[in-house]
């Protein structure tokens, strides 16, 4: 089993949630890309976006990415962005990624009341997940060994089934 794992996916999907808990059953490290650069930074990603841009959160989100891609094992939680970047798509390559794809319904329940969200503030929530959904949905599919639906399943039933699928 290869023991370099991204997750990726969309707002909501749970990629922090099934990272810690998939380093637990699997005893291997976990990292948050949004938890590691908003402690960095000493800033929230909604702050960073706000002071800067979503350029310059996509730049740091790459930078720490390729720092910890260099580590021997690990899950790594991504920001539901990191696919866009081509250099991102390589370093994804050194491992096995885990798209955890969820429906445009569900997405939308586990999300409409957090507003720390920077892609949704002032936004219509609805049309924003779908226009993000039509951008980035094939490339989290195309950068992908293994994909799991997570909209109708428990959290352990989602660690089980990519258990299940990396042996």
Do not use: W
Request: glycine share 6%; proline share 2%; hydrophobic share 35%.
């Amino acid at each position: 089993m290869n023991k370099k794992i991204f997750l990726v996916g969309p707002m909501g999907s749970g990629k922090s949630t099934i990272g810690r808990l998939l380093a637990k059953r699997l005893e291997l490290p976990h990292y948050d890309l949004d938890a590691i650069i908003e402690k960095e930074q000493g800033k929230t990603i909604s702050e960073i976006f706000e002071e800067y841009n979503e350029e310059h959160f996509r730049n740091l989100e790459s930078k720490v990415l390729m720092e910890y891609s260099m580590l021997d094992e690990f899950i790594v939680s991504t920001g539901g962005g990191a696919i866009l970047r081509k250099d991102n798509q390589k370093i994804f390559k050194i491992g096995c990624v885990v798209y955890l794809r969820i429906s445009l319904q569900t997405q939308y329940h586990r999300i409409k009341n957090r507003s720390h969200r920077p892609l949704l503030e002032n936004k219509n929530i609805k049309t924003t997940i779908k226009k993000l959904d039509n951008i980035r949905g094939e490339i989290y599919q195309k950068v992908s060994n293994i994909e799991v639906d997570v909209s109708n399943l428990t959290k352990e039933d989602v660690v089980s089934n990519i258990i299940n699928k990396l042996n």
